[in-house]
T-cell receptor, first 112, second 115 residues
Framework: KNQVEQSPQSLIILEGKNCTLQ??????????LRWYKQDTGRGPVSLTI?????NTKSNGRYTATLDADTKQSSLHITASQLSDSASYIC???????????FGGGTRLMVKP | NAGVTQTPKFQVLKTGQSMTLQCAQD?????MSWYRQDPGMGLRLIHY???????DQGEVPNGYNVSRSTTEDFPLRLLSAAPSQTSVYFC??????????????FGDGTRLSIL
C-alpha cells in the first residue's frame, strides 16, 4: 500500500530560526512530489512540485529537496516568520498522476 | 481572479438530510476534484472530473454524487447525510498536464457538521 509519512507531526520554533520538515514515501512508480502550505481555516496552497529528475526547488524562503533513490523529501524553511505558522502537507503522485497519496502533515508554530 | 470558490463556508445538517456543496473556478481548468479532510488523516479524494461531462470516483465516493455540466462548476451532493460525513470538504482544480487529479488550486473549504 502506498504511504506518505511526515515528520515531525508538530514543531515549535522561534521566529528567525530555520527548520526542516521531512517526508518519506513508498509510492511507486513515482511521478512527482508536491509540498503544500495550509493556513488554519484555509485551503492548501502549493509551494513546490518536483519530478523524478529534480533534486531541489525553491520558492522564496522555502526550499524542497528530493532523493528519489531513498524516497525522501524535505522542506527547509529559512529565517522563519510568524506567517509560516501553518500545516505543511507532502503529496506524492503515482506515475501519470492518476493517484495521489497525501501525508498527514506537519503542524509548524513560529513563536516571537 | 477569484480562483476556486466554495459555498457555503459552514453548514449544519441533520442525519438523513441532503444538500449540495457548490464549487466554482474561473481559471478555465479542466480538472476538478473534491476532497475531505478529517483530523489526524490526510486529504482523501471523493470524486474528480477531467472535463465537462466526465466524472470518476476517488478513494471515498460512497454517499456522494457529482456532476460536471460546465467547465466552471463541480457541485458535490450528499444524498442522505450521516454523522460519518462530518468533515471539512475542499474543492480543487488544475490545468491538464498536472496529472489527472493533481490539485493545483484549492478552495477555502466547507465545514460540514452532521447531527
Amino acid at each position: 500500500k502506498n504511504q506518505v509519512e511526515q515528520s515531525p507531526q508538530s514543531l515549535i520554533i522561534l521566529e528567525g530560526k530555520n527548520c526542516t520538515l521531512q517526508c518519506n514515501y513508498t509510492v511507486s512508480p513515482f511521478s512527482n512530489l508536491r509540498w503544500y502550505k495550509q493556513d488554519t481555516g484555509r485551503g492548501p496552497v502549493s509551494l513546490t512540485i518536483m519530478t523524478f529528475s529534480e533534486n531541489t526547488k525553491s520558492n522564496g524562503r522555502y526550499t524542497a529537496t528530493l532523493d528519489a533513490d531513498t524516497k525522501q523529501s524535505s522542506l527547509h524553511i529559512t529565517a522563519s516568520q510568524l506567517s509560516d505558522s501553518a500545516s505543511y502537507i507532502c503529496v506524492v503522485s503515482e506515475n501519470a498522476g492518476n493517484m495521489l497519496t497525501f501525508g498527514g502533515g506537519t503542524r509548524l508554530m513560529v513563536k516571537p | 481572479n477569484a480562483g476556486v470558490t466554495q459555498t457555503p463556508k459552514f453548514q449544519v445538517l441533520k442525519t438523513g438530510q441532503s444538500m449540495t456543496l457548490q464549487c466554482a473556478q474561473d481559471m478555465n481548468h479542466e480538472y476538478m476534484s473534491w476532497y475531505r479532510q478529517d483530523p489526524g488523516m490526510g486529504l482523501r479524494l471523493i470524486h474528480y472530473s477531467v472535463g465537462a461531462g466526465i466524472t470518476d470516483q476517488g478513494e471515498v465516493p460512497n454517499g456522494y454524487n457529482v456532476s460536471r455540466s460546465t467547465t466552471e462548476d463541480f457541485p458535490l451532493r450528499l444524498l442522505s447525510a450521516a454523522p460519518s460525513q462530518t468533515s471539512v470538504y475542499f474543492c480543487a482544480s488544475s490545468h491538464s498536464g498536472q496529472g489527472r487529479v493533481q490539485p493545483q488550486h484549492f478552495g477555502d473549504g466547507t465545514r460540514l457538521s452532521i447531527l
